[in-house]
């Protein structure tokens, strides 16, 4: 995606403007042109999750597919040679390649678990006859979950797509390309570049190295500021979706609840035709119809409703009403029908200036960060292990976690929503560390990335706030306008949360935080800082949300704290990367939270619920090993500490039912 029109009507707009307006008003209005210019280059339309219905129908297109690298030097071979005119097949050896899944642990080859540049996929595959005809007035949509991360898509050798950015979804329509040979197999190709430059989310440089004599001729690696491995590749599901010609684009709702009654406000988007009559039932979860409208805006009443609880604060969290939408309309004399239903939550979110309110309650965030991280399929998305991690969570007692540090698939967050799991959604804003990641190009990106982030998750009951980067360079002075820009245009999406991004520069320093509602701050005393003493955390940690508190008078969240841990590593008096450091410190922070939370902590988020794999460095033994459990989700000894001290905080808010109380004793 081209963003060199938008740096030019930023230069010319300075120049025009600077002189009449004075820099407040420059900056004002400069951030209207963005939000402008975003809305072409973001991804166009709804991104409403793929299912069936009686009007849709989806065909997956998960499995084996065939995959080569570009290993040329340039890495552009699969483009000169137009690799996507033909089978792959033809332009050289492939390899099978499951999809979804990392290419970079799949097979016995350095080269490729290490490779910078462009890999190929490819797969043919036959479409239903009854999609193709001309006369069935239907669109066929390619989506892709997610392409790490840059990608460019074909179909039967014609583009259709091209996406910048990992973690979230997009989608070409390819009606018309797939008619002109019904009788032939279809054949998808994607192209996708894991290069990270000092514009993209994260961000990263390529760094040439010319001596001869200590490297071979064209030789580089890419540097990178973030402390996890950068798989790539097809990670999310590939699927194929039919709707009418005239179908419901998009769905937009919010809720509240007042005096007794819930009121979901909903807005409706309708493509292919103006002319069309909108009809909703919202049904509990007994399939019972509780409230009806019409139009394609408007609200919904629910009397006494079921309100959508987090887990541990209510008997039956998660609840879930399925709202059903249904479209009619004619057009050219043919008559279209369009059905789609969208799970929805009844909660209200706010915030104070000491307290996180959900349904007017207070909540304490007592959670984990995560990564989607594991043997073999790295980041690819995974089943059997989304369900033992949420059987983990369950089982810990934890009820919320931050996205670290990208979005998640729409799976997870389904999981999220129907158990309860409360969650701080964050971008891959991580890792902006150098001045030129604060300039228009990438702050105009970032743009673009909130933009598809709120448009895919705005509807999700347990996303209770944004988060627009992780430990970024915010002391920097181009950070003061980058976030006040960014954190204004993501309120300007969504008015309904609040937003932050999670910090670990000076509270005094800071030129970010003034624009955030919640202080999100990582720190790491006696690891990081002051490494093996363990007598100074509680003295610095005090210090720490003493700082915060006092200049910003807002709720504070510790969003990192931990050690690494080599489990059935011991000794006793505890030394670093041993199960009992990893106890102790996580005991030591505890008391410093259960102080504070009296007044203004409201939460706590271990760094991180699993080891995970990370870049090879002289600091990390086969990936960082901070996390509670191993990577094969295998409890440390700390996991018992959090367990306990988790089902405790539960206990304590007086909102944990008596069956579930007795339950944990058991």
Known sequence: RDTTLLHMITCWYAEVRMVTMGLYGYLVVLTILYAEVIRVYAVEGGMLYPKESPSRELKELNGIWSFRADVSSSRDKGFV????????????????????????????????????????????VWIPRQWILSDTGLRVVLRVGSAHYYAVVWVNGEQVAKHEGGHLPFEAVITEVIQKNPSEPCRITIAVN??????????????????????????????????????????????????????????????????GTGVIHFQLSIKGSSEFSLNLKLYDKRRKVVATGSGATGQLKVPDPNLWWPYLMHGDPGYLYNLEVHLTAKCNGQAFEDFYTL???????????????????????????????????????????????????????????????????????????????????????????????????????????????????KNRPSVVMWSVANEPASELPPAEYYFK????????????????????????????????????????????????????????????????NSLYKKPIIQSEYGADTIPGLHNDPPLMFTEEYQKIVLQLYHRVFDEKRKDYVIGELIWNFADFMTAQTTTRVVGNKKGIFTRQRQPKASAFVLRDRYWKLANETGLLPQWIKSGYNL
């Open 81 to 124: 040679e137009k690799w996507y005119a033909n089978p792959l097949a033809e332009s050289g050896p492939v390899i099978d390649m499951p999809v979804p899944a990392s290419f970079n642990d799949i097979t016995q080859e350095g080269q490729l678990r290490d490779f910078i540049g462009w890999v190929w996929y490819e797969k043919e």
């Open 194 to 259: 894991n290069t990270l430059n000092l514009h993209t989310l994260p961000p990263g440089t390529i760094e040439y190295m010319t001596n001869k004599k200590r490297y071979p001729p064209g030789y580089f690696v890419q540097n990178i500021n973030f402390d996890f491995f950068n798989y790539a590749g097809l990670h999310r599901p590939v699927l194929l979706y039919t709707t009418p010609l005239i179908y419901i684009d998009d769905i937009t709702v919010t809720t509240d609840y007042t005096d």
């Open 343 to 457: 799970p929805i939550g009844i909660r209200t979110v706010q915030v104070t200036d000491n307290q996180f309110l959900i349904n007017g309650k207070p909540f304490y965030f007592h959670g984990v960060n995560k990564h989607e991280d594991a043997d073999v399929r790295g980041k690819g998305l995974d089943w059997p292990l989304i369900v033992k991690d949420f059987n983990l969570l369950k089982w810990l007692g934890a009820n919320s976690f931050r996205t670290s540090h990208y979005p998640y698939a729409e799976e997870i967050m389904d999981m999220c929503d129907k158990l309860g799991i409360v969650v701080i959604d964050e971008c891959p804003g991580v890792g902006i560390k150098l001045p030129e990641s604060f300039g228009n190009e990438s702050l105009a990106h970032h743009l673009i990335v909130m933009e598809e982030l709120v448009r895919r998750d």
């Open 485 to 548: 820009t960014l954190i204004r245009y993501t309120k300007a999406l969504d008015s309904t949360r609040p937003v932050t991004f999670v910090t670990d520069s000076d509270f005094s320093k800071d030129l970010g935080a003034p624009y955030v509602d919640v202080i999100c701050v990582n720190s790491y005393f006696s690891w990081y800082h002051d490494p093996g003493h363990l007598e100074v955390i509680q003295l610095q940690l005090n210090t720490q949300m003493e700082n915060w």
